[in-house]
């Protein structure tokens, strides 16, 4: 019979890549804390409209990626394609805003796009992610800029860019539809057949189509920057100072747009350079939408939020940086009447904080010796009958193969093999 095989673009990962993805959640969690965000998680399903009314109902995500779908109680649902739209509901649900002026939430889990598989780019993916509702910015923009670059630095990512645009708030979006619609109405034309549409609808689209005519086109069109609001100009100058003071580089990049309608001023991208990750090495996207929380029925919030594909991250990572998980001790036992023994040593062990490995099937003594070599665990616990008789076991190093006898009882057992273990560092 044919073997069932994963859906396409959806990815085993199996336990070889795991350390890796240990280490980049691990790390964003601890840094996440440290900046005082605390976690949520939502549901990978939710209601169709709230994408459609949050992302935006001509996006690209919405048009064509989603994986939606109608239940067998008629309600029409769709597998998330990102955590912001999940994040707000919540937050309007739980009536989070009641808690405080300002919430700081994160977040991981898995996303659906139905979009063309490539490296870097998958239909289910996951992200890692940060909300803040509550703060107009731009200090807290900056902030929040600088702590994605200093992730990606701890990473050992560094060949990153900034790219930082403002997209302004409904006063210079008003202004900039007109001057972008005045710009692209002639060469309406030559523009693609979604652009067209994107031209009545939101203009600001056409500036994010890849068909080559499209980005030709673009390429002469009014820069929003140059159409910002007072306000809106200082506060992308508010932000571009505090990033300068918390030492973060980066370009001002006025055509960067995103693929999501609800972004209000700041928009940001973090880019690998020269990495693996060739056309999909935007690490990082993200912004505010100061609007999304009124709009989606709850208060007039301001928020900002940025979210980085996981897989990308562990394929920028530099070789080398997550080690093979290891067992501390290979617990072997020398014959049937001393599995028993062996085994309880094993759970003993283990419950002590020590990670133990045992074969529990009662192989012979030289495969359960290779198998500790195979493990590469650093210590044989040998639970032989000799040693038994004396309650007593011997714990050889399988590195420098020294043998010395240790007690089998607990916590006797735990405490010798860290003085060992100790000793060996
Ligand atoms: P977005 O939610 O579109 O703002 O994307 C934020 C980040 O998620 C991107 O910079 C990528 O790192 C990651 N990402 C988005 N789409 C995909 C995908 N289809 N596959 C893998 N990663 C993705």
């Known amino acids: 019979m044919e073997p069932v095989r994963a859906v396409k673009g959806m990815n085993d990962v199996l336990p070889a890549e795991m350390p890796a993805w240990h280490l980049v959640e691990e790390r964003f969690r601890a840094l996440a804390e440290a900046y005082s965000y605390r976690e949520v998680r939502t549901p990978v399903v939710e209601p169709t409209a709230l994408f459609a009314r949050s992302i935006g109902e001509t996006t690209d995500i919405v048009e064509k990626e989603m994986y939606s779908f109608v239940d067998k109680g008629d309600e029409a649902l769709t597998l998330r394609p990102e955590g912001t739209a999940s994040s707000v509901r919540a937050y309007i649900q739980h009536s989070a805003w009641a808690e405080g002026p300002v919430t700081r939430w994160y977040y991981l889990g898995p996303m659906y796009r139905r979009e063309r598989p490539q490296k870097g780019r998958y239909r289910q993916f996951y992200q890692l992610g940060v909300e803040v509702y509550g703060d107009p910015g731009p200090h807290v923009d900056a902030e929040m800029i600088d702590m994605a670059v200093r992730l990606l630095e701890g990473l050992g990512i560094r060949r990153v860019t900034v790219e930082l645009n403002s997209l302004g708030g409904p006063g210079t979006r008003v202004a900039y539809r007109d001057a972008l619609s005045g710009f692209l109405s002639p060469s309406r034309e030559a523009l693609c057949p979604d652009c067209r549409r994107r031209l009545e609808h939101n203009p600001l689209r056409v500036l994010d189509c890849k068909v080559p005519t499209c980005r030709q086109i673009a390429a002469g069109a009014p820069r ?153 665990a650093r210590f044989a616990l040998i639970v032989g009958e000799d040693e038994l008789s004396r309650g007593r076991a011997a714990l050889r190093d399988l590195g420098t193969k020294e043998q010395v006898e240790v007690p089998l009882s607990k916590p006797e057992i735990v405490d010798a093999v860290r003085t060992a273990m100790e000793k060996t560092t």
């Open 224 to 376: 929003i920057t140059d159409h910002l609001t007072a306000e809106d100009r200082s506060h992308l100058d508010g932000l571009r100072r505090m990033l300068d003071r918390l030492g973060t580089p980066h370009v001002l990049e006025p055509r960067l747009v995103r693929g999501l309608d609800y972004y209000t001023r700041t928009l940001f991208e973090i880019k690998e350079e020269g990495g693996e990750l060739g056309s999909q090495n935007t690490l990082v996207g993200g912004g505010r939408y100061d609007g999304l929380v009124e709009s989606l029925g709850g208060p007039p919030t301001a928020a900002i939020g940025f979210a980085a594909g996981i897989e990308r991250l562990v394929l920028s990572l530099p070789d080398g940086s997550a080690n093979p998980i290891r067992p501390a001790v290979s617990v072997v036992s020398t014959g049937s009447a001393t599995l028993d023994p062996a085994v309880v040593a094993a759970r003993d062990l283990r419950l002590g904080g020590i990670a133990t490995d045992i074969d529990t099937r009662g192989s012979s003594l030289k495969s359960q010796l290779r198998r500790s070599d195979k493990l590469g």
